[in-house]
């Protein structure tokens, strides 16, 4: 039909009466492989309809909503499930300089490869990574230029990893000021505020297996366990519960500094709705157990939505 018919006639396109979804921005917090939950939560917010239109994240969160924004979450989560404890191990670069045990460059190469690399400006959603400018103490909102760029500063715990330099700033892990990053969202134009803390309260755990079969453990391995107090074998073979390294007694001093300080923040910057993760379902480097994590986070997420309460929108 020609514009001459419709004047003619008085017909009028048509239009479309569905609704649109809810909008939401969606803060993801820090705390390494318990991220991994982040996963889990946005896939349970699309499958519920809502439409994530800006992320903010740190850390872990910086990682997962920076993957999501380019639109390849699903082939991170997919490699990520793969993961056994040896890959995990096998993307450490040691290092005992430069400010950290691990240089970040072969775990930030393997992303690239298999994610490839983009400007955050291209992203088709807001998107902010925060770190903390370690010299200038103050925090960081990353919003331009490459995403793992961006990711590398915001992954960057103090003396885990070496800091980045970015922009002439040495950039450590937005963490320590800002672990759960609501107010980067609160410019967005979105329905609601979503925030995801993996620093819930901690949780009574299940007991390890009864009957689990040791696994020897001899050099570089046996090295690793007694840096993060592990469970290693006695001379007898059993099983020996050794007391926590000092790796693992200062990821639970953060873990329990991060608690507190996303308490304070989301005391000045409530969300809409809060999904938590108790902070002790994981360790830091426990990425091989990305599947268990994932649907924790899915879980945790349908929990948290069929007990909300949203404030009425008009979405048509």
């Known amino acids: 039909m020609s514009d001459f018919d419709i004047a003619e006639t008085g017909a009028l396109p048509a239009l479309s009466t569905e609704p649109r979804k809810p909008r939401v921005a969606l803060a993801l917090g820090a705390g390494a492989a318990k991220g ?33 924004g380019m639109g390849k979450l699903d082939i991170y989560r997919d490699w990520v499930s793969t993961l056994a404890r040896f890959d995990v191990l096998r993307l450490v670069d040691w290092s005992f300089s430069g400010g950290g045990f691990i240089k970040g460059d072969r775990i930030m190469a393997a992303l690239r490869e298999l994610i490839g690399e983009v400007n955050i400006e291209e992203f088709p959603i807001a998107y902010t990574a925060v770190a903390t400018d370690i010299d200038r103490e103050r925090e960081v909102w990353l919003t331009r230029g490459p995403l793992f760029d961006a990711i590398r500063a915001s992954i960057a715990i103090p003396t885990l990893f070496r800091p980045y330099t970015h922009e002439g700033r040495r950039l450590v892990d937005g963490a320590l ?55 290693l074998p006695a001379g007898d073979g059993k099983p020996k519960l050794k007391d926590p390294g000092a790796f693992d007694l ?33 360790t830091v480097y426990e990425f091989y157990r990305a599947r268990e994590l994932i649907e924790l986070g899915r879980v945790r997420t349908e929990q948290m939505l069929d007990s909300w309460q949203p404030r009425h929108l008009h979405l048509g």
Do not use: C, W
């Open 177 to 231: 000021l800002n672990p759960l990053p609501v107010l980067p969202l609160m410019r967005e134009e979105a329905d609601y505020v979503f925030a995801v803390s993996v620093d819930g309260a901690a949780e009574m755990q299940k007991p390890p297996e009864k009957n689990v079969t040791a696994v020897p453990d001899h050099g570089y391995t046996a090295k690793l366990g007694r840096l993060f107090g592990r469970v």
């Open 36 to 68: 991994l939950a982040h996963i889990g939560a946005i896939e349970v917010l699309e499958q519920r309809g809502f439409e994530i239109v800006a992320i903010a994240g740190t850390s872990m969160g910086a990682l997962i909503g920076g993957i999501y």
């Open 250 to 282: 200062m990821t639970q001093s953060m873990d329990l500094m991060q608690a507190n300080l996303s308490r304070l923040r989301l005391a000045a910057y409530p969300p809409d709705l809060l999904i938590e993760i108790p902070r002790n379902v994981s």
